[in-house]
């Protein structure tokens, strides 16, 4: 059973920076590419970076050269370092496997707002 635990959202001022943090539990997490994605309200739910098992990284165009996804396949965890935020990356954002069938987590809100 594959579980993922979404943390470090919070209330930040537009220009500033917060990480997420993803631990997932399963030994298959090393086997699998990862992905942030992310949900405003009244909106549909968006992938915004994706990480391979390689480490190779994409990133949709709004969060270029903003957002950094990483992961650490010895701790099972994926992070998302979030840089110079503005108000309409206000969201909850959710990690999770990439592939049919992967549950999402509960998510962690990010509010970015003066």
């Known amino acids: 059973q594959v579980q993922l635990v979404e943390s470090g959202g919070g209330l930040v001022q537009p220009g500033g920076s917060l990480r997420l943090s993803c631990a997932a539990s399963?030994?298959?997490?090393?086997?699998?590419?990862m992905a942030w994605y992310r949900q405003a309200p009244g909106k549909q739910r968006e992938l915004v970076a994706s990480?391979?098992?390689?480490?190779?990284?994409n990133y949709v165009d709004s969060v270029k050269g903003r957002f950094t996804i990483s992961r650490d396949n010895h701790e099972n965890m994926v992070y998302l370092q979030m840089n110079s935020l503005k108000p309409e990356d206000t969201a909850i954002y959710y990690c999770k496997f990439v592939g049919i069938g992967f549950p999402w987590g509960q998510g962690t809100q990010v509010t970015v707002s003066s």
């Open positions: 399963g030994s298959i997490f090393r086997l699998f590419d």
């Open positions: 990480i391979g098992r390689d480490g190779t990284t």
